[in-house]
Protein backbone atom coordinates (compact mmCIF):
# COMPACT_ATOMS: atom_id res chain seq x y z
CA UNK A 1 0.00 0.00 0.00
CA UNK A 2 1.38 3.31 -0.85
CA UNK A 3 2.06 6.01 1.44
CA UNK A 4 0.22 8.44 -0.82
CA UNK A 5 -3.06 6.38 -0.21
CA UNK A 6 -2.88 6.81 3.73
CA UNK A 7 -2.84 10.37 3.28
CA UNK A 8 -6.77 11.34 3.04
CA UNK A 9 -7.33 15.16 3.06
CA UNK A 10 -9.44 14.74 6.15
CA UNK A 11 -5.92 12.90 7.56
CA UNK A 12 -4.04 15.94 6.55
CA UNK A 13 -6.21 18.61 7.84
CA UNK A 14 -6.03 16.71 11.41
CA UNK A 15 -2.47 17.01 10.87
CA UNK A 16 -2.26 20.81 9.81
CA UNK A 17 -4.45 21.62 13.07
CA UNK A 18 -2.31 19.00 15.49
CA UNK A 19 0.19 21.16 14.39
CA UNK A 20 -0.41 24.13 14.75
CA UNK A 21 -2.15 23.58 18.27
CA UNK A 22 1.37 22.03 19.02
CA UNK A 23 2.92 25.63 17.95
CA UNK A 24 0.35 28.02 19.70
CA UNK A 25 1.16 25.90 22.46
CA UNK A 26 4.81 26.17 22.23
CA UNK A 27 4.97 29.90 21.42
CA UNK A 28 2.35 29.97 24.41
CA UNK A 29 4.71 28.45 27.01
CA UNK A 30 7.71 30.35 25.51
CA UNK A 31 5.92 33.61 26.07
CA UNK A 32 4.66 32.37 29.43
CA UNK A 33 8.45 31.41 30.69
CA UNK A 34 9.32 35.35 29.54
CA UNK A 35 7.11 36.56 31.71
CA UNK A 36 7.74 33.96 34.79
CA UNK A 37 11.58 34.97 34.05
CA UNK A 38 10.63 38.97 33.92
CA UNK A 39 8.18 38.30 37.01
CA UNK A 40 11.13 36.82 39.53
CA UNK A 41 13.59 39.20 38.26
CA UNK A 42 11.04 41.86 39.49
CA UNK A 43 10.49 40.58 42.51
CA UNK A 44 14.78 39.37 43.20
CA UNK A 45 15.26 43.21 42.45
CA UNK A 46 12.44 44.36 45.18
CA UNK A 47 14.05 41.81 47.14
CA UNK A 48 17.09 43.61 47.14
CA UNK A 49 15.64 46.57 47.81
CA UNK A 50 14.04 45.83 51.30
CA UNK A 51 17.00 44.22 52.04
CA UNK A 52 19.03 47.21 51.89
CA UNK A 53 16.83 49.34 53.73
CA UNK A 54 16.14 46.80 55.94
CA UNK A 55 19.77 46.50 56.92
CA UNK A 56 19.95 50.51 57.08
CA UNK A 57 17.08 51.06 59.66
CA UNK A 58 18.61 48.31 61.92
CA UNK A 59 22.33 49.68 61.51
CA UNK A 60 20.55 53.30 62.23
CA UNK A 61 18.73 51.57 65.60
CA UNK A 62 22.30 50.16 66.54
CA UNK A 63 23.52 53.35 66.31
CA UNK A 64 21.01 55.34 68.60
CA UNK A 65 21.08 52.23 71.16
CA UNK A 66 24.27 52.97 71.20
CA UNK A 67 23.93 56.52 71.37
CA UNK A 68 21.56 56.12 74.29
CA UNK A 69 23.53 53.92 76.44
CA UNK A 70 26.93 56.62 76.05
CA UNK A 71 23.72 58.97 77.53
CA UNK A 72 22.97 56.65 79.92
CA UNK A 73 26.73 56.11 81.16
CA UNK A 74 27.27 59.98 81.29
CA UNK A 75 24.28 60.67 83.15
CA UNK A 76 24.68 58.11 85.72
CA UNK A 77 28.63 59.26 86.17
CA UNK A 78 26.66 63.10 86.60
CA UNK A 79 24.82 60.92 89.46
CA UNK A 80 27.64 59.94 91.19
CA UNK A 81 29.46 63.44 90.90
CA UNK A 82 26.21 64.91 92.21
CA UNK A 83 26.78 62.48 94.83
CA UNK A 84 30.18 62.98 95.56
CA UNK A 85 29.36 67.10 95.97
CA UNK A 86 26.47 66.05 98.52
CA UNK A 87 29.24 63.92 100.68
CA UNK A 88 31.39 67.01 100.01
CA UNK A 89 28.56 69.33 101.51
CA UNK A 90 27.48 66.91 104.29
CA UNK A 91 31.05 66.41 105.88
CA UNK A 92 31.82 70.45 105.54
CA UNK A 93 28.00 70.87 107.12
CA UNK A 94 29.55 68.39 109.74
CA UNK A 95 32.70 70.00 110.48
CA UNK A 96 30.35 73.12 110.88
CA UNK A 97 28.25 71.32 113.11
CA UNK A 98 31.35 70.15 114.95
CA UNK A 99 32.83 73.61 115.72
CA UNK A 100 29.65 75.22 116.76
CA UNK A 101 29.10 72.28 119.15
CA UNK A 102 32.39 72.90 120.60
CA UNK A 103 31.05 77.23 121.06
CA UNK A 104 33.16 78.32 118.72
CA UNK A 105 32.46 80.05 115.33
CA UNK A 106 33.41 78.36 112.52
CA UNK A 107 35.34 79.32 109.80
CA UNK A 108 33.51 81.53 106.96
CA UNK A 109 35.51 79.53 103.94
CA UNK A 110 32.99 76.39 105.64
CA UNK A 111 29.98 77.94 105.06
CA UNK A 112 31.29 79.06 101.24
CA UNK A 113 32.08 75.33 100.69
CA UNK A 114 29.09 74.15 101.91
CA UNK A 115 26.97 76.11 99.67
CA UNK A 116 29.26 76.18 96.43
CA UNK A 117 29.04 72.15 97.01
CA UNK A 118 25.06 72.48 96.98
CA UNK A 119 25.26 74.92 93.88
CA UNK A 120 27.41 72.22 92.04
CA UNK A 121 24.58 69.88 92.66
CA UNK A 122 22.41 71.70 91.00
CA UNK A 123 23.86 72.33 87.78
CA UNK A 124 25.04 68.75 88.11
CA UNK A 125 21.42 67.73 88.38
CA UNK A 126 20.42 69.20 85.45
CA UNK A 127 23.15 67.95 83.62
CA UNK A 128 21.97 64.48 84.60
CA UNK A 129 18.79 64.99 84.10
CA UNK A 130 19.48 66.53 80.48
CA UNK A 131 21.21 63.58 79.37
CA UNK A 132 18.65 61.38 80.82
CA UNK A 133 16.11 62.84 78.17
CA UNK A 134 18.72 62.36 75.57
CA UNK A 135 19.03 58.74 76.67
CA UNK A 136 15.31 58.73 76.25
CA UNK A 137 15.13 60.00 72.97
CA UNK A 138 17.84 57.73 71.54
CA UNK A 139 15.63 54.76 72.67
CA UNK A 140 12.64 56.12 71.40
CA UNK A 141 14.21 56.80 67.87
CA UNK A 142 16.09 53.23 67.85
CA UNK A 143 12.73 51.91 68.58
CA UNK A 144 11.00 53.51 65.76
CA UNK A 145 13.97 52.41 63.04
CA UNK A 146 13.59 48.90 64.90
CA UNK A 147 10.08 48.71 63.68
CA UNK A 148 10.79 50.13 60.48
CA UNK A 149 13.06 47.39 59.75
CA UNK A 150 10.87 44.73 61.15
CA UNK A 151 8.60 46.27 58.14
CA UNK A 152 11.28 46.00 55.66
CA UNK A 153 12.31 42.54 56.78
CA UNK A 154 8.74 41.00 56.33
CA UNK A 155 8.66 42.29 52.67
CA UNK A 156 12.01 40.70 52.25
CA UNK A 157 11.14 36.95 53.76
CA UNK A 158 7.73 37.18 51.44
CA UNK A 159 9.84 39.10 48.42
CA UNK A 160 12.09 35.35 48.93
CA UNK A 161 9.10 33.00 49.15
CA UNK A 162 7.80 34.29 46.17
CA UNK A 163 11.54 33.94 44.17
CA UNK A 164 11.08 30.39 45.44
CA UNK A 165 7.64 29.83 44.18
CA UNK A 166 8.71 31.55 40.73
CA UNK A 167 12.01 28.65 40.61
CA UNK A 168 9.37 25.93 41.25
CA UNK A 169 7.09 26.98 38.76
CA UNK A 170 9.72 26.98 36.13
CA UNK A 171 10.82 23.61 36.97
CA UNK A 172 7.23 22.44 37.10
CA UNK A 173 5.73 24.36 34.66
CA UNK A 174 2.57 24.90 36.50
CA UNK A 175 1.07 28.01 36.22
CA UNK A 176 -0.90 28.30 39.21
CA UNK A 177 2.10 28.15 41.10
CA UNK A 178 3.65 31.09 39.08
CA UNK A 179 -0.03 33.01 39.76
CA UNK A 180 1.07 32.08 43.78
CA UNK A 181 3.92 33.89 43.24
CA UNK A 182 3.13 36.88 41.57
CA UNK A 183 0.55 37.18 44.22
CA UNK A 184 3.11 37.28 47.26
CA UNK A 185 5.03 39.59 45.44
CA UNK A 186 2.57 41.67 44.94
CA UNK A 187 1.53 41.42 48.72
CA UNK A 188 5.40 42.11 49.62
CA UNK A 189 5.80 45.27 47.08
CA UNK A 190 2.58 46.73 49.18
CA UNK A 191 4.72 46.31 52.61
CA UNK A 192 7.40 47.42 50.57
CA UNK A 193 5.52 50.66 50.00
CA UNK A 194 4.03 51.04 53.35
CA UNK A 195 7.28 50.66 55.05
CA UNK A 196 8.99 53.23 52.74
CA UNK A 197 6.06 55.91 53.08
CA UNK A 198 6.97 56.09 57.09
Not at 2 to 7: G, Q
Not at 93 to 116: D, F
Request: proline share 3%.
Amino acid sequence: MPEDELETPEFKERLEEATERALEKSESRARWIVYLSFSTALIAVLAAIAALESGTYSNQALIEKNEALLAQAKASDQWAYYQAKGIKSAVTLGSINTWQAAGKTPPPQLSAESARYIAQQDSISQAAKELEHQRDEKSREAEALLSQHESYAASVALLQIAIALGAIAALTRYRVVWYGSVGLGVVAAVLLALASRH
